[in-house]
């Protein structure tokens, strides 16, 4: 079964403030349409610390599960920036920058990489090198986090027109689909030059989904029969690799660039690297200077990049772990109002669904996020789960390096409350 996209729209501002409140209101709009039917952990040595209650109310935990882009760098991490090493990066001078360019090339298995403030601006870049000359053309997923989370800057600042293939629930696309949107007869005047294939790894929207090696290696082959580059947005690879249990590199040998996210799993603060050819970091070099990504003396943040690829890789696995428990949990709940696919749980983002109609997406969200009527009584302390209605009427979690065991385990006490709150509730509606 193939999901395609017409329209999202998602004000995920309204989601953040309102949650931030402790509810998240059940008139926010939220409008998805035209979807298809479709290894120590010393960061937090201690429990999260409760938010603050009330005198004489018992206290209040808050699960944030809305993103991995929410993790904050604990203290090893702000002592490594706040002792970098430091020099000015845009004359080339910076030693911290300089060390993790050179680590996260030797990762990817990769010439050279280069250092860049965000995942969008390196995608963008990424597509500004490959596609040089305006009216050039890139191929991606439908539901690519590039084609749909990136304000299509690639059409806007480069110049550069995109074409789409379907995302299949794993992530994948058809073979065939892709060689049928590789444009032929260049110079002809009536159409774009093809020259890029972007692939997503793990998948965002697809729910965190591995893309298999062999797919990898047929797109790969199939695009340099073309003349065509091979971009991978591999903002999560470090969780595919984990997965899979081999070296990025190992999955990295089937693309020419890649841009992997540091501010994510990894827990740093800001940051992504960009790797390729020596050829093609030098051209992106410039790129990144007229969007603005020349930074002076940035080893404070490489300090903490360092030290993410090289401690905190291995630990993606406990965010694996607890993303299952959690998506057992929901199988199990009595009484039933869950449902997932536990194949499709394969690294920290996890999508499910409610049975009952009558619950949307975005009151289950509201009602985790909320400490609803004897809530206290029954679970001990008032716990806010904070997740995302997500496209296809669906709910998302992901998690991360601040969320524990002994956080999920609260989630999923929160999760079977609300299921036998909402069951409780039902009769009363007829």
């Known amino acids: ?188 005047p009536h159409y774009p030059r093809s020259r890029l294939v972007c692939v997503e790894n793990t998948h965002n929207i697809q729910g965190g989904r591995v893309l298999p090696l062999s797919f990898l290696q047929e797109v790969h082959v199939l695009a340099e029969r073309y003349g065509l580059a091979v971009h991978m947005d591999g903002a999560r690879v470090m969780n595919a690799a984990v997965t899979l249990g081999v070296p990025p590199a190992t999955i990295l040998q089937h693309t020419h660039t890649v841009s992997v996210c540091l501010s994510k799993g990894l827990g740093a603060p800001v940051g992504t690297m960009l790797g390729g050819p020596s050829d093609f970091v030098s051209r992106a070099v410039r790129c990144r200077k007229a969007l603005g990504g020349g930074l002076r003396q940035a080893g404070v943040l490489a300090a903490a990049g360092r030290l993410a690829l090289g401690d905190m890789v291995a630990r993606l696995e406990e965010d694996h772990h607890h993303a299952r428990t959690f998506a057992q949990a929901l199988l199990e709940c009595q009484p039933p109002l869950y449902h997932v696919d536990m194949a499709t749980v394969e690294t920290n983002i996890l999508r499910f669904r409610l049975r009952d109609p009558t619950l949307t997406p975005v009151e289950f969200c509201a009602r985790m996020a909320a400490v609803g009527e004897g809530e206290e009584a029954a679970l001990g302390q008032g716990v806010r789960v904070l997740m995302f209605p997500h496209v296809g009427g669906s709910v998302r979690a992901v998690w991360h390096l601040g969320v524990s065991l002994e956080d999920t385990q609260l989630a999923v006490r929160k999760l079977q409350f609300v299921a036998r709150q909402h069951s409780q509730e039902r009769p009363s509606a007829h």
């Open 1 to 188: 079964m193939t999901m395609s996209l017409k329209t999202i729209t998602f004000s995920a501002r309204a989601v953040f403030q309102s949650v931030n409140r402790g509810v998240i209101a059940p008139q926010q709009q939220l409008r998805i349409a035209g979807l298809g039917k479709g290894t120590v952990r010393f960061y937090y040595g201690t429990a999260k610390p409760t938010d603050p209650a009330p005198a004489g109310s018992a206290p209040c935990r808050t699960v944030d599960l809305r993103s991995d882009t929410v993790t904050k760098p604990g203290a090893a991490m702000r002592q490594a920036m706040a002792e970098a090493e430091v020099g000015d990066d845009v004359f080339g001078e910076d030693p911290t920058i300089n060390e993790l360019q050179h680590m996260a090339a030797g990762m990817f298995g990769m010439e050279a990489a280069l250092f860049v403030p965000s995942g969008t601006m390196s995608n963008l870049i990424a597509v500004m090198v490959h596609c040089r000359e305006r009216g050039d053309e890139m191929i991606v997923g439908d539901l690519s986090h590039l084609h749909i989370y990136e304000q299509g800057g690639s059409a806007q600042l480069a110049g550069v027109h995109a074409t789409t293939v379907t995302n299949l629930p794993d992530g994948t696309f058809r073979l065939d689909e892709l060689e049928s949107k590789i444009r032929h007869g260049y110079p002809d």
